[in-house]
């Protein structure tokens, strides 16, 4: 009897486990049918345009505290986080088989750059601008890097004056009941002590360069000296670092005035700016602090936008400096992959990340790349670079006569009405400033979107295992939940992706043949409300975050350098932007692209604005 029993069990136990595994592959689990071979395919070849909304929950207050515990029990390894990436279609790349090699770093030297010499003026051109290449601005203008500069060698004002004004502006910034929390380390000694040396150059009448006493936030995820490299959490970068990111040591020797440390979404690892922790706090939109600046580089863009500062320096490994200067109205490159060196900003993300500038207006972008650019020995994928050519002396041009611009209609539709209307009345402008609007095809979005994802959590998921084991309490809890999900992708996913990299390349590499930059809006929506709940617990929306990436990812894939304007507001005065993608290596031509773009643009003032000067 006994022995019958034990067998009854065991054969029930057998049958459950069946059963529910039956439900896991079924329901969950990767379905694993035959496999569909991939040929080499071309940009020519009719597109099926497969991206789409994905309906996920968002996850506020308690209910994503719990969501976070519960993900790294056998309840979420086996069921939840199956089904968030069956949801996400992220096993789609699983369904093909593809003879293509793998690209594990998009570093792209295929046909020529498009010419510096084809934007000119033309005689009549009427709004020509300062001697930087600056556009008389239409609407509200903000402070510029030239204002700084031609403000100290006037003696209008000096960089300790200035010092002081932007200390207290991010003091008042932080006031009040809906805070913009820009800023999250200054060392206000630090900060006094460099503009006193500034103005101290500017007095004996040798500044080092436009740059020299113009003040500068680095986001907390590059290494900058006395201060600690947290990248948004409570629990990195317990030590000051001694020692300066390549960029900050390039901004350092020009003489920029380093503020301080702007925030982010934890990690990076997020496009809302969304970061509850004690040590900072979620940035809020000068244009509406009851709406989110984008992330990841939160603080930099709306730094920038609030008029704290002409210039802040983030990193984009999904979009994480365009979505937020969209979001914010202000101007980003994120330039060819390796073309400015990562060196100093640990790799959370390392073939899909870039460091750029954050400006608030293009003239602006253009002298942080002629400073930030080129080789550096401490960071080897950027050795093999081709010659940098500075694009400041180049930026008076501004006809588009003969200028091709791609257009994949269904794709650049795929936003909010208001947001369409905006970018499509730009796209009419430049057409009748007789740019060439050619409509093209960009095939594989939607496995040029997986492959992104899968490459972008795998990696971060792997730099992350050991702060997962050691300190994932003090995570925040939707970095958490992305971080395990993460750590389920396989070596399989990581790989195909890889190679659905090289497909999208060779695709782009096609669509160049035949134009020069390629429009796309910035972002498909405008900035998002903050829920209050997430003030407290942080917030995962993926849908939300899916959409803000939509016109990203690619460029992180690729490696494709594009720039980001803002080129109108929706009906509640919220930025919208457009994004000017070009080939690799030719930052300077979509810039000069940019600066015909903003000559046509009004903006207008945000609402929470500093004028420093």
Not at 170 to 188: C, H, M, W, Y
Not at 503 to 527: E, Q
Request: hydrophobic letters at 40%.
């Amino acid at each position: 009897g006994i022995v019958s029993l034990g067998v009854e069990r065991m054969i029930f136990i057998v049958v459950v486990g069946v059963f529910l595994h039956w439900l896991w592959r079924k329901f969950i689990g990767s379905r694993r049918g035959q496999l569909l071979d991939k040929p080499e395919g071309n940009a020519a070849a009719p597109v099926n345009y497969e991206l789409q909304d994905y309906a996920l929950p968002r996850l506020t207050g308690t209910l994503l505290a719990w969501a976070a515990r519960l993900i790294d029990s056998v309840v979420g390894k086996w069921f939840i986080i199956p089904s968030i990436l069956r949801r996400s279609n992220m096993f789609l790349l699983r369904s093909f088989r593809m003879q293509n090699a793998p690209t594990f770093h998009p570093l792209v030297f295929k046909g020529p750059a498009t010419s510096c010499t084809t934007i000119r003026l033309s005689d009549g051109e009427t709004n020509k601008g300062d001697e930087s290449g600056r556009a008389e601005p239409i609407g509200f203008c903000f402070a510029s890097i030239v204002d700084y500069s031609d403000a100290y060698r006037s003696g209008k004002t000096t960089p300790v004056a200035v010092a002081e004004s932007v200390l207290h502006a991010i003091a008042n910034s932080d006031e009040g009941s809906k805070p913009l929390r820009t800023f999250v380390q200054i060392n206000e000694d630090e900060v006094k002590r460099m503009a006193a040396e500034s103005a101290k150059r500017f007095q004996e009448g040798r500044p080092l360069s436009l740059f020299d006493g113009v003040p500068v936030g680095i986001k907390e995820q590059l290494a900058v000296q006395l201060y600690h490299l947290r990248c948004g959490t409570v629990f990195m970068g317990n030590e000051a670092c001694t020692d300066d990111a390549t960029v900050v040591k390039k901004l350092r020797a020009a003489g920029a005035l380093i503020i301080g440390i702007t925030n982010l979404h934890e990690l990076g690892s997020g496009t809302l700016g969304s970061n509850p922790n004690c040590l900072h706090g979620t940035s809020r939109n000068p244009y509406n602090t009851d709406h989110y600046t984008g992330g990841s580089s939160s603080g930099s863009a709306a730094a920038v936008a609030a008029g704290l500062v002409p210039l802040a320096i983030g990193t984009d490994g999904g979009g994480s400096l365009r979505i937020p200067s969209t979001l914010c109205g202000v101007v980003t490159l994120k330039a060819t992959y390796g073309r400015i060196s990562n060196a100093g900003s640990p790799v959370l993300s390392g073939t899909v990340s870039s460091i750029g500038p954050i400006c608030s207006c293009v003239s602006d972008i253009a002298l942080a790349y002629d400073l930030l650019a080129g080789p550096d020995p401490h960071y080897p994928l950027g050795l093999c670079q081709p010659p940098v050519e500075k694009c400041a002396p180049l930026l008076n041009g501004s006809s588009l006569s003969g200028v091709k611009i791609g257009i994949y209609s269904v794709y650049f539709k795929h936003a909010d009405k208001n947001v369409v209307d905006v970018c499509e009345r730009v796209v009419q402008q430049l057409s009748e400033q007789e740019a060439d609007i050619i409509p093209i095809e960009i095939p594989e979005l939607e496995e040029a979107r997986v492959a992104h994802m899968v490459t972008i959590l795998s990696e971060m998921s792997t730099f992350l295992r050991k702060e997962r084991e050691e300190n994932g309490a003090l995570m925040n809890p939707d970095v958490r939940i992305a971080s395990a999900i993460g750590s389920e992708l396989t070596t399989v996913d990581y790989l195909m992706a890889q190679q659905q990299r090289t497909r999208n390349i060779n695709f782009l590499n096609d669509i160049f043949n035949t134009v020069d930059c390629i429009l796309t809006p910035g972002c498909p929506i405008t900035a998002p409300v903050i829920s209050e709940k997430a003030i407290k617990f942080g917030d995962s929306d993926s849908s939300t975050s899916m959409k803000l990436m939509r016109y990203s990812f690619l460029g992180n894939l690729t490696g494709v350098p594009s720039v980001i304007l803002p080129v109108g507001y929706d009906s509640q005065g919220l930025p919208i932007g457009l994004q000017i993608i070009g080939k690799w290596w030719d930052e300077q031509f979509i810039i000069q692209v940019a600066v015909a773009v903003e000559r046509l643009v009004e903006k207008k003032k945000p609402r929470v604005h500093y004028s420093i000067l």
